[in-house]
């Protein structure tokens, strides 16, 4: 992850937590300031659940886990959750808001090799969640090739899940003031984008599993949640 986001993040998005409602806002995920709702936030875990087919006997990896607002879902549904983010603060907020017996919480650069950090606990699942934006598609080729290091045989899952998903991206810049911002972004060559980073088409995705010998099932967000972002399970049977 580039210095420009470290920056963005530890930055722009470093206010104390104090509260359950106050992990939403520091990790962005909100409507119009405001914590999403609770239902919206359920039906995103179910999804991830369901999506990666999760099990007590899994040992899952979180790539961007922020302040562990998801990681301490999914540890009632794993065997074992290895959670990781870049950002200092959000991992020391992680283990002081979302501690589970079953998580442990990483300071950790998604680009570097996964050996360094998961011992003697081999993933067979991995997730990203509304963060590949962040990424370029080299960086996601990276981030794959590593985490297949580490599950060199047998099933392979990677959920990336609340990916923007570029050929809805004027369903989100839908006004004028969103349009000009999001032109003006662009002119700049911002990578942050006002916060929201790289917007993907789905056929990067798919070239980068058909690349990697990968099953990419790509779709949008079911409903309920967002109506701009998509989804994409890399798999091996």
């Given at each position: 992850m580039t210095e420009a986001w470290k920056s963005f993040w530890d930055n722009y998005r470093n206010q104390e937590a104090r509260s359950d409602a106050d992990l939403f806002v520091q990790v962005g995920r909100t409507v119009q300031g405001r914590p999403i709702s609770a239902e919206e936030f359920s039906l995103g875990v179910r999804h991830l659940v369901e999506m990666l087919a999760l099990e007590q006997t899994d040992v899952l990896f979180e790539y961007c886990c922020g302040n562990g607002l998801v990681s301490r879902e999914m540890a009632a549904h794993a065997g074992f959750?290895?959670?990781?983010?870049?950002?200092?603060?959000?991992?020391?907020?992680?283990?002081?808001?979302?501690?589970?017996?079953?998580?442990?919480?990483?300071?950790?650069?998604?680009?570097?090799p996964l050996s360094e950090i998961v011992g003697e606990r081999r993933p067979n699942?991995?997730?990203?969640?509304?963060?590949?934006?962040?990424?370029?598609?080299?960086?996601?080729?990276?981030?794959?090739?590593?985490?297949?290091?580490?599950?060199?045989?047998?099933?392979?899952?990677?959920?990336?899940?609340?990916?923007?998903?570029?050929?809805?991206?004027?369903?989100?810049?839908?006004?004028?003031?969103?349009?000009?911002?999001?032109?003006?972004?662009?002119?700049?060559?911002?990578i942050i984008n006002d916060g929201m980073g790289r917007w993907w088409k789905a056929s990067e995705i798919v070239a980068l599993a058909e690349r990697l010998g990968l099953q990419?099932?790509?779709?949008?967000?079911?409903?309920?949640?967002?109506?701009y972002r998509m989804d994409a399970l890399l798999r091996r049977t």
């Open positions: 959750v290895i959670a990781s983010d870049f950002a200092e603060h959000l991992i020391s907020t992680a283990r002081q808001w979302s501690r589970r017996p079953n998580v442990t919480y990483h300071v950790w650069n998604a680009l570097e699942k991995f997730l990203m969640a509304y963060a590949l934006a962040h990424f370029s598609p080299d960086d996601l080729e990276c981030i794959v090739r590593n985490a297949m290091v580490v599950r060199r045989h047998g099933p392979f899952a990677f959920l990336l899940q609340g990916i923007p998903d570029d050929s809805r991206k004027f369903s989100f810049y839908d006004t004028a003031e969103r349009r000009q911002r999001f032109a003006e972004s662009q002119a700049k060559g911002s990419a099932d790509v779709k949008p967000e079911p409903a309920g949640l967002t109506h």
